[in-house]
Each structure stands twice: as structure tokens, then as C-alpha cells.
């Protein structure tokens, strides 16, 4: 089939054409925006063009308006959105010819929204689910086509999650596409369970360092995985009276840092920046 991406993420793009030619089909051209904010630390357009290869067309839409005159131009089988800030209207949705599909890290209808990796490891869920759904007129509420999980609660950094994430995601895409290639709509999704996963409050910010080592340390990764707003600031705390953003915390010493006192033992603070 033709395949056009829809995509924030240079890395989306990059690794789903490399699984696509992998399995015979071909990615056309990658549609992409520059409005939408940096809820997934969206890479710069210029970035997301050295990921397609050569011969696919990078074509950036000034408004949702042009999503569908934009995926004609493609005349692409079917789409495929991946790390997308913007909702793509009705009129797009049935431009590709089989229809427009979503990939989404979450069992849903758990975790609808822009922040359901980040929701997942806050909550403590040993697994990361993940759904590839056709799309239709709301965010991540149409029929779906296949789903599964993989364990997560080994992960100490962002990478860890996002490595097992891309190949839970590479995994599903065959059965995936074969059923949409079948013109197979998919299974309405279960009326129960639905649950939203938005954007971090702000007062999640700030460490508490009276509260155990397993929530600190999950806090700091979730932030690590989050989709942000502009103003979010990421795991904070004062340390040593400096501000400090944490990136990365460590509950032995073996990699040195600064050493912090939780409600039940110590933790230490292996990668930090300025707030």
C-alpha cells in the first residue's frame, strides 16, 4: 500500500517508514504542521525532512483546513498519525482512500488524550499499553484494529519506555494494516474503562522529598516521558538553594550525584539542569 505519515515527531517518522518498507509497502510522503505547540518535544520541520528519505515528499499544512487537499495531493492507500498535536477534521479523514489510522500508547478507551505514557508510569501500571484505531471525528475514540502490552516496570529512563514502546508498536503494525488493507473497520471500542490522560497539573512539579523513593523516582520519569505545554517546567527542587530541574534520579550511588533523604532511605540526583 501507500502510505502517508502524519506526524510532530522526526523519530515517528523515521522509525514507521523503516517498518512500513519492511513490510512491502511504501511511504509516500509525510504530512506535518507548524502549529500545534511542543507537547512531544516536537522536532523542527527542517529536522522531520532528514528523516523522510529521499523521494517522499515533507508537505506542511498552514491550517487543519488544508490536512485533506494536502493527503490528496500524497494519493495515498492509507495514513497513518503518530505523535500529532492537532485534531485532523472529518473531510481529511476520508481522503486516503482506506482511511486515516492512529497509533496511540495506551490500552484504550484508558488513557484517551495527549499524555497516556506519562499517566501510565505516574499511576505505577507495570505495563504500557498500546492501540492502533481507525480515527474518526473525536481524539482517540475510533474503532480499533489491534492492541497489546509490554512491561515497563523495569524502566529507569525515558528511553527504556520509549525503546519498548517502538517495538511493542512495530509488532502490532502488520496485523494492523493487513485488516485495513482487508477494509476491515475495525471493533468499536468498550463502553467501560474510558479514562483521560491530560496534561500534567502544575503543582506535580515540585518534589517532595518526605514522600518514598518509588513515587520520587516515578515522578521524575514520568516528566521524563510527558507531553508538556510551553510553561511546564518538568520535575523541580531546590537544592542546595539553586534551582534545579531533575532529569534523572538513582537509588544507590553508584553513579555518584548528589544524595537526597525520602521518607524511606536515600536517593541520589544523577542528572540535573538549571531550572
Request: proline share 8%; hydrophobic share 45%.
Amino acid at each position: 500500500m501507500r502510505v502517508a505519515l502524519i506526524s510532530r515527531v522526526a523519530a515517528a517518522v523515521s522509525g514507521l517508514s523503516s517498518v512500513l518498507r519492511g513490510l512491502g509497502h511504501e511511504p509516500v510522503g509525510v504530512l506535518t504542521t507548524a502549529f500545534g505547540g511542543d507537547r512531544y518535544r516536537a522536532d523542527t520541520l527542517g529536522a522531520i525532512a532528514e528523516q523522510a528519505a529521499t523521494g517522499v515528499d515533507v508537505l506542511v499544512a498552514a491550517s487543519p483546513s488544508r490536512f485533506g487537499p494536502l493527503l490528496a495531493a500524497l494519493d495515498a492507500d492509507v495514513a497513518i498519525s503518530a505523535a500529532f498535536p492537532a485534531l485532523i477534521p472529518v473531510d481529511a479523514l476520508s481522503v486516503p482512500r482506506l482511511g486515516v489510522i492512529n497509533t496511540h500508547p495506551s490500552l484504550l478507551p484508558r488513557y484517551r488524550g495527549p499524555n497516556p505514557i506519562a499517566w501510565t508510569v505516574r499511576n505505577g501500571d507495570r505495563e504500557l499499553g498500546y492501540s492502533i484505531h481507525r480515527m474518526d471525528h473525536d481524539f482517540d475514540t475510533g474503532n480499533l484494529l489491534v492492541q497489546a502490552t509490554t512491561p515497563i516496570d523495569a524502566a529507569k529512563q525515558p528511553e527504556d519506555i520509549f525503546e519498548r514502546m517502538f517495538a511493542l508498536l512495530g509488532s502490532l503494525l502488520p496485523e494492523a494494516l493487513a485488516r485495513v488493507e482487508a477494509g476491515d473497520r475495525g471493533d468499536p471500542q468498550p463502553a467501560d474503562g474510558a479514562s483521560y490522560a491530560g496534561f500534567f497539573e502544575p503543582e506535580y512539579a515540585e518534589i517532595d522529598w518526605t514522600r518514598p523513593i518509588a513515587e520520587v523516582q516515578r515522578q521524575v520519569l514520568a516528566w521524563g516521558v510527558a507531553a508538556v505545554r510551553p510553561a511546564q517546567p518538568g520535575a523541580l527542587a531546590t537544592v542546595d538553594g539553586e534551582r534545579l530541574r531533575v532529569l534523572r534520579v538513582c537509588d544507590d550511588d553508584t553513579e555518584g550525584g548528589k544524595r537526597m533523604e525520602c521518607a524511606d532511605g536515600p536517593l541520589w540526583l544523577v542528572g540535573t539542569e538549571p531550572a
